[in-house]
């Protein structure tokens, strides 16, 4: 019975050995150090190995798509733009001129000025009043235009005349155009005609009453640029020899 109970504790302090034993250890057993993962690396199969077929590569084209620029108007669309609606743009310029010869001595009685002389000149009021009181003023030729605003126009009124040339014994036929012609170009502003005219005469005359006299080709041109009032006669010109003079009188008149 002692032996039984020696055994039983032999057993008991073995067993108890071997477990202290065991606990010990595993506290000195160091613990597994931890990895770190790494990371995966890129497989690189080349083109011979790769079992997908790679589509073929084309060509990219770039295209460039220009926007139209908005540049600021040009200058002359500007004003293009603002410039105001003519008031007249559908009136209608009328013009007549008319050449009255005058005997100057006659003109010189009745109190009209020299021609070109002193600060005072003929007038239109001058000449019209001859006409209407006698008769030693006489239109010679005349000419009427029709033209709207800022616009050119031109009247013609020729013939062509037969000239006996030389004396008696030698006589010959000439030919000659004589007439009369008017150019105007005509503007109305404020009420008032610009013109810029021209008005030519010429004619076939014989220096004396002899049938074998040789005729002289006479001639009265006149150009300028003036201011017409309408309705009422302005003298534009004048030129005289000796004993006559020739004054050149328009007129203008606006029909809206």
Not at 98 to 104: K, P
Not at 163 to 180: A, D, F, H, Q, S
Not at 206 to 230: H, M, Y
Request: net charge positive.
């Amino acid at each position: 019975m002692k032996y039984v109970k020696k055994m039983a504790i032999a057993a008991s302090v073995l067993f108890l050995a071997l477990s202290l034993g065991l606990y010990s250890a595993e506290r000195d057993t160091p613990a597994p150090a931890r990895v770190k993962p790494t990371p995966a690396q890129p497989v690189t199969i080349s083109e011979e190995e790769s079992p997908i077929p790679k589509p073929a590569v084309r060509p990219v084209r770039a295209t460039t798509t220009r926007t139209p620029s908005r540049r600021p108007p040009a200058r002359q669309d500007i004003v293009r733009r603002i410039q105001p609606v003519d008031p007249h743009k559908d009136s209608v310029i009328r013009l007549e001129a008319f050449m009255v010869e005058v005997r100057l001595s006659y003109l010189h009685s009745q109190g009209a000025p020299q021609i070109s002389q002193g600060d005072d000149f003929v007038s239109a009021e001058h000449i019209l009043k001859l006409m209407k009181t006698t008769d030693a003023a006489t239109v010679t030729t005349g000419a009427k235009l029709s033209l709207a605003q800022a616009n050119k126009a031109r009247t013609e009124s020729t013939t062509r005349k037969a000239l006996n040339m030389g004396t008696t014994e030698k006589r010959r036929t000439e030919y000659v155009e004589i007439g009369t012609s008017f150019t105007a170009i005509a503007e109305i502003r404020k009420e008032k005609v610009f013109a810029e005219l021209e008005f030519e005469y010429s004619d076939a005359v014989k220096a004396d009453e002899k049938a074998d006299a040789i005729p002289q080709i006479v001639e009265r041109n006149w150009g300028s640029t003036v201011c017409l009032k309408p309705g009422e006669p302005t003298l534009i010109g004048a030129t005289h020899d000796k004993d006559t003079g020739a004054f050149l009188i328009v007129t203008a008149n606006i029909k809206e």
